[in-house]
């Protein structure tokens, strides 16, 4: 019980220490912040820009690829869906947002 109570007491010398400028004690959460916006949040902006890019860029005849994997050749755009040909007489649907890249052929 000493020991706790010495321990939350004032060092010895009976003088509390002077706490850091409140600017001081900022910077290191300032400087985090920057790091974060520079590692993560700026190039995760810019891949998602480039993937809206892409879905408005998308039309008929495209051959894509999509997140899944499939690959294919795009046969119609609607709003929000793709229809996809991804063998002779086998059409499916897929979200345009799952649609990872055009593939150059």
């Known amino acids: 019980m000493i020991g706790l109570a010495f321990a939350m007491g004032t060092p010895p010398g009976g003088a509390a220490?002077?706490?850091?400028?409140?600017?001081?004690?900022?910077?290191?959460?300032?400087?985090?912040?920057?790091?974060?916006?520079?590692?993560l949040i700026r190039p995760q902006q810019k891949k998602a820009k480039e993937h809206r890019a892409l879905m408005?860029?998308?039309?008929?005849?495209?051959?894509?690829?999509?997140a899944g994997g499939i690959h294919g050749k795009i046969t119609a755009v609607e709003e929000a869906v793709v229809t996809m040909e991804i063998a002779s007489g086998v059409n499916i649907k897929v979200n345009k947002g799952h649609i990872a890249t055009i593939t150059e052929k």
């Open 17 to 39: 220490q002077g706490g850091q400028s409140p600017i001081a004690s900022l910077i290191p959460l300032i400087l985090m912040f920057a790091i974060f916006y520079f590692l």
């Open 56 to 66: 408005e860029s998308l039309k008929k005849g495209d051959q894509v690829v999509t």
